[in-house]
């Protein structure tokens, strides 16, 4: 528990020290980029008479120069002093008509000097998206390097798929912003101003959030014909309509982020003038691509855990409970269980001589006959297993106690070893359920290994998401706090006038 909690803190530690290193570098670049200024606007005439500038105040900024190219009229300024000031920019057509188009803007000066105009640009707005890119992509390196870390330490730790959920999250956000700079540098005809950060990632990720609806449809449609034949053949229980349930939150999720991507002008374009519809189209696109991310990790280490096949080493080999038939037999997925763990000890004792000590473990409920671990003991039995084999533990209700008395039980039976030799542990349950059952094991400070034994197609997808649900409630306050700070972030991005105004 010690490393866990030095491990984590020397994790936050690394996050804190690399934020603000690069607040502090974004800070400066800005500071020192920003002290003048070039505002572009839309000009429709290739050439005009005049040009004039007047200001709401004066002696805030000057202009020192004017140039037209390729439909934009740029204005350079600089600053004079602290302060806000209106400025009307009027421009007066060759020709006798003497007709004229005029544009708005305002430039504050801060005490740093730097210039920003009331549309939230600054001159070192590339190289502050850039270094903003950086910090993201180097967020998701270091990320990822945990990620590894923790897959090598602990084969069943929740904070591996959190790890590599996250990192795919802060990667797709630096790839973005990137992408972005290089686009406006090399293609684009005007500078990128400061609304455009939240405007280009939260319309990029929507972009691939919906890029992901055809197979989230085709999942959404796959869990619930699966919860329909797991209702008809296992009856009507909430458990058993769990997938029903999330593909309808799932569909209405995406709908939703549908309609808000479409009410967007910035569908079309950078602009975009609804605050509203921006801010809200931000955070449901990051929330809905951060929960995409947590899937994808968390379905890939579920999978792969099913298929993990343990050393033949072992000294106990616990069964995991789930029901029992009201005659005290073994439902088929209980027996699953049952069978993949025999299969495994006489692997083991074929190849190495080495015996197991069965613990079929779980608890008699209120419409069961007997105790489960007792249930799975009379199965054992019935397949050739010796009794002086089968330590059974009879108390437990859930998961998490069934690896808590397993756990009491095995040191009872070690009480006169040596104890700095510890035993060899496996766990049997079903394929989808190794993951998290690995991670209660781990709760008890018992280092177990886990097998899973198949089931039917039709329990997968319910099961999965169960899975998924399962662990996500498990870290459920450190998902609250990344959660806040995206919904934060989202909100500040959209409404940068505010995040400037701290400038006095």
């Given at each position: 528990m010690n490393a866990t909690i030095t491990s984590t803190g020397r994790k936050a530690l690394t996050i804190i020290i690399l934020t603000l290193a690069f607040a502090v570098a974004t800070f400066f670049t800005a500071v020192l980029q920003s002290k003048e200024i070039t505002l572009y606007f839309w000009a429709p005439q290739d050439e005009y008479q005049s040009i004039t500038v007047t200001y709401g105040t004066e002696g805030i900024v000057e202009d020192t120069y004017q140039e037209m190219e390729d439909g934009l009229l740029f204005i350079h300024f600089r600053p004079l002093k602290p302060g806000t000031t209106s400025l009307t920019v009027k421009c007066i057509h060759k020709g006798a008509s003497q007709s004229s188009d005029q544009f708005w803007d305002s430039l504050t000066v801060t005490s740093f000097s730097m210039v920003y105009s009331g549309r939230y640009s600054f001159q070192g707005m590339h190289a502050a998206f850039a270094l903003i890119a950086v910090y993201f992509l180097c967020l998701s390196i270091f990320l990822f390097f945990w990620h590894r870390q923790s897959k090598k330490a602990f084969h069943f730790s929740y904070r591996t798929i959190l790890d590599l959920g996250l990192s795919l999250y802060f990667f797709s956000q630096g790839l973005i912003l990137i992408g972005a700079v290089i686009y406006s540098l090399f293609f684009r005809g005007e500078p990128l101003r400061g609304e455009h950060f939240f405007l280009i990632t939260s319309f990029t990720l929507s972009i691939i959030s919906l890029l992901a609806v055809p197979l989230l449809v085709i999942f959404s449609i796959v869990m619930i014909v699966s919860n329909v034949v797991l209702l008809r053949r296992e009856g009507v229980r909430l458990t058993n309509s769990l997938g029903i349930l999330i593909s309808i939150l799932l569909m209405s999720a995406i709908l939703v982020l549908?309609?808000?991507?479409?009410?967007?002008?910035?569908?079309?374009?950078?602009?975009?003038?609804?605050?509203?519809?921006?801010?809200?189209?931000?955070?449901?696109?990051?929330?809905?691509?951060?929960?995409?991310?947590?899937?994808?990790?968390?379905?890939?280490?579920?999978?792969?855990?099913?298929?993990?096949?343990?050393?033949?080493?072992?000294?106990?080999?616990?069964?995991?409970?789930?029901?029992?038939?009201?005659?005290g037999t073994l439902f088929p997925l209980l027996q699953g269980r049952a069978d993949r763990a025999i299969r495994?000890?006489?692997?083991?004792?074929?190849?190495?001589?080495?015996?197991?000590?069965?613990?079929?473990?779980?608890?008699?409920?209120?419409?069961?006959?007997?105790?489960?671990?007792?249930?799975?003991?009379?199965?054992?039995?019935?397949?050739?297993?010796?009794?002086?084999?089968?330590?059974?533990?009879?108390?437990?209700?859930?998961?998490?106690?069934?690896?808590?008395?397993?756990?009491?039980?095995?040191?009872?039976?070690l009480a006169d070893s040596d104890p700095d030799v510890p035993p060899e542990v496996a766990f049997s349950t079903t394929n989808f359920h190794v993951f998290r059952s690995g991670i209660l094991a781990a709760d008890t400070g018992m280092n177990a290994d886990g097998m899973g034994a198949p089931t039917k197609w039709y329990f997968w997808p319910n099961a999965l998401i169960r899975e998924f649900i399962g662990l996500l409630a498990r870290e459920w306050k450190l998902h609250l706090i990344l959660l806040v700070v995206i919904v934060v972030s989202a909100l500040i991005s959209g409404n940068l006038e505010y995040f400037f105004k701290i400038f006095p």
């Open positions: 549908m309609l808000t991507v479409y009410r967007s002008s910035a569908i079309i374009s950078l602009e975009t003038t609804d605050t509203y519809i921006r801010v809200m189209r931000g955070i449901l696109s990051c929330l809905f691509y951060y929960f995409i991310c947590n899937l994808f990790s968390t379905l890939l280490y579920c999978q792969r855990a099913g298929k993990h096949h343990p050393e033949y080493n072992k000294d106990y080999l616990i069964i995991l409970g789930c029901g029992i038939r009201e005659d495994f000890a006489r692997e083991q004792l074929e190849e190495t001589g080495k015996k197991v000590i069965f613990i079929p473990s779980g608890g008699q409920g209120p419409d069961e006959c007997m105790p489960e671990g007792e249930a799975i003991r009379n199965y054992l039995l019935s397949q050739g297993i010796p009794g002086d084999q089968i330590m059974p533990e009879t108390r437990s209700v859930n998961t998490a106690q069934n690896m808590l008395f397993s756990r009491d039980l095995i040191e009872d039976a």
